[in-house]
C-alpha cells in the first residue's frame, strides 16, 4: 500500500531527486522546453508550476523563495519579468 507516499521517486536519493528536478526546472525555464522521460516530466510539473505561482505574486519575498529553489538569479530574473506575466 502507498499510504502517505508522496510524489514519485524516480529510483533516486532525495538528495539526487532534488538535484535532478532543480536542474530539469533550470533548463525549463531557461530554454522554454526540455527533452525527458514522460515520467520525469510529470514529476516535475509541481514544481515548475509552484514557481511561476510564486512569480505571479511578483514581490520580493516570492523571488527570494524562488531563488531558494532555482539558485540562478538569471533564470529567476527571467521567470518573473517574462515568463510570469503570459500567465
Known amino acids: ?12 536519493s ?6 535532478l528536478f532543480r536542474n530539469l ?4 525555464f531557461r ?5 525527458t522521460t514522460q515520467a520525469k516530466a510529470k514529476a516535475v510539473q509541481p514544481e ?8 505571479k505574486r511578483g514581490d520580493l519575498a516570492a523571488r527570494r523563495l524562488a531563488l531558494r529553489r532555482v539558485p ?9 519579468e517574462n515568463i510570469a506575466p503570459r500567465y
Open 48 to 55: 515548475a508550476e509552484r514557481l511561476i505561482t510564486l512569480a
Open 14 to 19: 532525495k538528495d539526487q531527486r532534488r538535484a
Open 1 to 12: 500500500m502507498r499510504h502517505r507516499v508522496y510524489g514519485k521517486h524516480l529510483k533516486r
Open 72 to 80: 540562478d538569479p538569471k533564470i529567476v530574473e527571467e521567470l518573473f
Open 25 to 28: 526546472v533550470q533548463d525549463l
Open 31 to 35: 530554454h522554454g522546453k526540455i527533452h
